[in-house]
């Protein structure tokens, strides 16, 4: 069966049992952004890209380039480290790059809010599995 690469990055984030724990007692993962912020902790993944600069190999789509974007939504006084660590240990086992990982957000808000985005070149069609 050949998955999407939206299907593949839930696939691995899904299955890993570190990051299930973490989020049980929350909203778990959903894609792209969390219906409700009232079951938190709740991660939240998308892919962005997935088309661009492709190479090809006999008229066929060879490999392509990925950007997976993940944000983290918890209370202000849970710790995300974990969960950050989770996720990094998840997509950088994809070879994926992590770019750029950082908290945003007002002080006064309620919630923690941490962005994070992942790159890879070259990812091949036979490695999404």
Request: charged share 15%; hydrophobic share 40%; glycine share 4%.
């Amino acid at each position: 069966m050949i998955l999407t690469a939206t299907e593949w990055i839930y696939s691995k984030l899904s299955a890993d049992a570190t990051l299930t724990a973490l989020l049980a007692s929350g909203g778990g993962l959903v894609y792209f952004f969390p219906n409700s912020f009232e079951k938190l902790p709740v991660v939240s993944y998308s892919v962005s890209q997935y088309t661009s600069d492709m190479d090809y190999k006999d008229d066929v789509t060879f490999s392509n380039d990925i950007t997976v974007n993940v944000d983290i939504y918890l209370k202000n006084s849970e710790n995300s480290t974990p969960i950050i660590q989770a996720v990094d240990a998840v997509l950088t086992g994809l070879l994926l790059n992590l770019d750029y990982c950082n908290p945003i957000g007002d002080p006064s808000a309620k919630t923690q809010h941490v962005t994070m985005r992942y790159s890879r070149n070259g990812l091949e069609q036979s490695e999404i599995i």
